[in-house]
Nanobody, 117 residues
Framework: QVMLVESGGDVVQVGDSLRLSCAAS????????MGWYRQAPGSERELVAS???????YIPDFVKGRFTISRDAAKNTVYLQMSGVKPEDTAVYLC???????????WGQGTQVTVSS
């Protein structure tokens, strides 16, 4: 069992920067990768960044150049650095972890990011 707790969501202005954190606890040794997803009302959940335990990162084109992902292995924490935020970045941001011992990933509860124009 892996527990994930996100933090850092806020109401920000267009163009601002924001850093989200996702702290993992429990059976963290089973984690092979962690990712950040977002879901806006009426929209499907979409991946915005992921990182493996070996440090391989994936950033989709629609946020590339604005979002970066990093991890602090000692703290079992993954960060999503958002810069130059836009109104369309408004969503609930959820952290997820793939575990080698389970078929389905674990999810956090999410943190709300609202970009105000």
């Amino acid at each position: 069992q892996v527990m994930l707790v996100e933090s850092g969501g806020d109401v920000v202005q267009v163009g601002d920067s924001l850093r989200l954190s996702c702290a993992a606890s429990g059976d963290t040794a089973c984690i092979s990768a962690m990712g950040w997803y977002r879901q806006a009302p009426g929209s499907e959940r979409e991946l915005v960044a992921s990182i493996t335990t070996s440090g391989i990162r994936y950033i989709p084109d629609f946020v590339k150049g604005r979002f970066t992902i990093s991890r602090d292995a000692a703290k079992n924490t993954v960060y999503l650095q958002m810069s130059g935020v836009k109104p369309e970045d408004t969503a609930v941001y959820l952290c997820n972890a793939d575990c080698r011992r389970t078929p389905l990933p674990f999810w956090g509860q999410g943190t709300q990011v609202t970009v105000s124009s």
